[in-house]
């Protein structure tokens, strides 16, 4: 008799971002600033997982791990970047976007803004009547518009 496999949902790795910037620092130096934490590029009509791995905050504190998230959008306008969901998994905190606020079962709190740049990544096909190259690429003006012939 055969039996159905279940199946575990588990994120693209190509999306994670983990937390660093927790090596001591000795005494009497600075520590470097770090750069901003983003995601690479999606399209607007993507829809995407992204991870916060934050286990190096963790380190030291066995046991302990996400207990709430908290991710704030931003812009919030009509149109822009929605969350759909938000769940964790041990020190991962798997998210759609933004200002993320951890909070540990242990009390700690990590907050971090991340980038996710959102850029047209897909081509359309340029209309019949755009102006195009000897290739049949479409000529596009600075926006990135097909340039339309006769107008």
Do not use: C
């Amino acid at each position: 008799m055969a039996t159905t496999a279940a199946h575990v949902w588990r994120p693209s790795g190509a999306r994670r971002i983990v937390l660093d910037g927790f090596a001591p620092v000795p005494r009497g130096t600075l520590a470097d600033t770090p750069s901003p934490l983003a995601w690479p590029a999606k399209d607007p009509a993507d829809v995407l997982d992204y991870e916060f791995d934050v286990a190096a905050a963790l380190t030291g504190n066995r046991g302990d791990s996400i207990a709430t998230l908290d991710v704030a959008i931003t812009p919030d306008a009509t149109g822009d970047l929605t969350m759909s969901s938000a769940v964790a998994d041990g020190p991962v905190a798997t998210i759609y976007v933004a200002q993320i606020t951890i909070t540990t079962t242990s009390g700690r709190t990590i907050s971090r803004a991340v980038l996710l740049p959102v850029q047209s990544l897909a081509t359309a096909t340029a209309p019949t009547y755009a102006l195009t190259t000897d290739t049949g690429a479409a000529v596009t003006d600075q926006n990135g518009n097909p340039i339309l012939i006769g107008s």
